[in-house]
């Protein structure tokens, strides 16, 4: 059941009005709220997207979570790591329908070190410096840090100096602890 939740948009919610939101408003009202403080705070009226694409570079991974229906182990028959002339192809594609942005993801790949990264990184970069690359997520950053004996912070400069424009927040590692140690206990 939701009431009617009424706000004064020009001021800054409180905690009590969030949750109140949460709580009571519908989705029509907090729709309707969110365009308005859009069209306060951007009054040209503009609405901009980004067409990217996901590129999957590998589907090998030994994390073993249990959502997941896109990991291979190394040794099964169709595990993969996408030669970089089949990643241009990809990008290609993308370009040619007006794309900006690759979402680069894959498994956690036991044995992809940080130089295989910053070259797929470089690569691409240096190809198309056109395209935003936005990428890897948390749990293969870290791993690729472990691998290669580097911090994470090591592994976000280099990365970021060939040409890694963010890392998504995605994925088991932003659940909470007790729902992640359920279906993915090897994430960190």
């Excluded at 949460?22 to 980004?50: P, R, V, W, Y």
């Excluded at 910053?118 to 948390?138: A, C, D, M, R």
Aim: glycine share 4%; proline share 2%.
């Amino acid at each position: 059941m939701t009431k009617k939740v009424s706000l004064d948009l020009k001021k800054r919610l409180s905690k009590e009005d969030a949750l109140d939101l949460i709580k009571n408003a519908s989705l029509l009202d907090l729709a309707k709220m969110a365009s308005a403080k859009k069209d306060e705070l951007h009054k040209e009226k503009l609405t901009t997207f980004i067409v990217d694409r996901n590129i999957n570079y590998t589907n090998v991974c030994w994390v073993d979570c249990k959502f997941c229906a896109f990991f291979r182990h190394k040794k099964d028959n169709d595990s993969y790591v996408l030669k970089f002339d089949e990643i241009d192809e990809k990008i290609e594609e993308l370009l040619a329908i007006g794309g900006t942005q690759i979402l680069f993801q894959g498994g956690v790949h036991p044995n992809l070190k940080i130089d295989y990264y910053e070259e797929l990184v470089n690569h691409i970069h240096t190809k198309y410096p056109q395209i935003t690359i936005h990428g890897f997520s948390s749990i293969e950053i870290d791993f690729i840090a472990k691998v290669s004996k580097i911090s994470i912070l090591e592994v976000l400069k280099r990365l970021q100096a060939k040409g890694l424009s963010s890392i998504p927040g995605a994925g088991a590692e932003i659940l909470s602890d007790r729902v992640r140690d359920i279906i993915a206990p090897k994430k960190m």
